[in-house]
């Protein structure tokens, strides 16, 4: 059973529950329930693949509104896809086969469902569901992340047994789920009173005028953080290295090359952040040695001697005052979990977002991240292959629980 706290953001709201040709598109019947009982106007758009799997009819008494499938109906002429689309609060998209988010992050408009979303300018949310398989194909996951730039939201599907016999992420997340997805959104400025500092991208260490060592951080996991919080009401300062990604220029930046630059930004105004995120991709190594003038090639090897960074993190986590939350970041390759542990007891944190890098499209530069969310409590969330920006929400979230539990 749904618990439903206020009565008043969906009443009257014009929903198109979009259904495709997914095993799952029956618990799209418990959707129209669930919004019904809230007060929401429900109209069904079916894909023809759709009906194969629950009839029109099923959805036409449970919505109490005529299903549209047939984009070239004369009957319907009077509600052209446009109009729909133009009527629309919120069109959700539940289940979405990998099928129909291909088509749709392509451009493609070749049935009603597919013309309403492309002609509308109201919030969309898509319900992935398939095989574990289908979803973490690299394909498939360019086609939501291309979508979630553009500003469409998803609900991930759920880990478990799938009626394909896999096991793995890609059951449609619950109703219910979907639900408060759908109305937590609405009320969605949680963190307006935090004021969070966040260092992303890559260090660089200079060895002479022309070169150095660095790492391929892109600064995609920063810009990510950084919308979803402020979306969220939250305030923050972006301390970041070299980016691939660029922010747009009404974000609070600062912008530094070496650890040593990054290690001084970060302290300056230290006290007036409630919440620290370290994700930049920080240098352990310098060169000993920075030499004015270009190296010269020569004719045997060449040596250079180099020495250890500071540890900001390390730092971060001795200088903290208690109702600062510090987050930090690791990559790795192998025993992430354990070294996870271990940082997070010797460095003082709140919570460590671990990846493991070794995850094929997951990591630096990349969209996604293959992670473990492991916290203070050595309590271990496995979320698997994520998207920058639904990792993102999930830290936010975090923030927002451990406030509660701090105050
Ligand atoms: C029994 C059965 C179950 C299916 N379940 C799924 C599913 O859960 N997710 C998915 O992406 N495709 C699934 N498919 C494949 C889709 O039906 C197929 O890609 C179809 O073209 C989707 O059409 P639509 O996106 O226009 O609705 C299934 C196919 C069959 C035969």
């Not at 660089?204 to 951080?217: K, V």
């Not at 530069?365 to 050595?378: E, I």
Request: proline share 2%; aromatic share 8%.
């Amino acid at each position: 059973m749904v618990k439903i706290k206020s009565k008043d953001s969906l009443i009257n709201k014009n929903i198109i529950l979009g259904v495709t040709g997914g095993i799952s598109a029956y618990k799209a019947c418990e959707m129209v329930r669930l919004l019904i009982k809230e007060g929401a106007k429900v109209t069904v758009a079916m894909t023809k693949n759709a009906e194969k799997f629950v009839s029109k009819m099923t959805f036409q008494y449970l919505s109490g509104n005529k299903v549209l499938s047939n984009m070239y109906d004369e009957n319907e002429s009077e509600i052209s896809h446009i109009n729909i689309a133009d009527s629309a609060d919120l069109i959700l998209i539940c289940p979405a086969t990998a099928n129909f988010i291909s088509k749709y992050s392509n451009g493609i408009a070749d049935n009603l469902l597919l013309n309403i979303l492309l002609a509308t300018k109201s919030r969309v949310i898509i319900c992935p569901a398939m095989n574990v398989n289908m979803y973490e194909n690299p394909v498939i996951q360019k086609n939501i992340n291309k979508l979630q730039e553009y500003g469409v939201e998803f609900v991930e599907p759920d880990s478990g047994e799938l009626a394909c016999g896999w096991e793995g992420k890609g059951r449609l997340a619950e109703p219910e789920k979907i639900f408060n997805f759908i109305k937590k959104k609405d009320q969605n400025k949680d963190l307006t009173e935090e004021n969070i500092l966040i260092t992303c991208g890559a260090t660089r260490e200079y060895l002479d005028p022309i070169r150095f060592i660095s790492n391929p951080s892109s600064g995609k996991m920063g810009l990510a953080l950084a919308k979803v919080l402020e979306a969220r009401g939250a305030k923050t300062k972006i301390i970041c290295g070299h980016m691939e990604e660029k922010f747009a220029s009404n974000f609070n930046t600062v912008k530094c090359e070496s650890v040593e630059d990054m290690e001084r930004e970060v302290f300056k105004d230290l006290n007036k952040f409630t919440v620290i995120i370290k994700a930049a991709a920080v240098g352990d190594y310098k060169f000993k040695k920075f030499k004015k003038n270009k190296v010269k090639k020569n004719d045997s090897g060449i040596n250079f001697e180099m020495e250890k960074t500071n540890d900001i993190l390390a730092r971060l986590g001795q200088e903290k005052k208690p109702n600062q939350i510090l987050i930090g970041f690791s990559a790795e390759t192998e025993n992430t979990i354990n070294n996870a542990m271990k940082k997070i007891k010797n460095k003082n944190l709140d919570l460590i977002v671990a990846n493991d890098i070794s995850f094929p499209d997951s990591g630096f530069g990349k969209n996604n991240n293959f992670t473990y969310m492991v916290s203070k409590n050595k309590s271990v969330e496995d979320l698997g292959l994520i998207s920058k920006p639904n990792l993102s929400i999930k830290i936010g979230d975090y923030i927002k629980r451990i406030r509660m539990e701090l105050s």
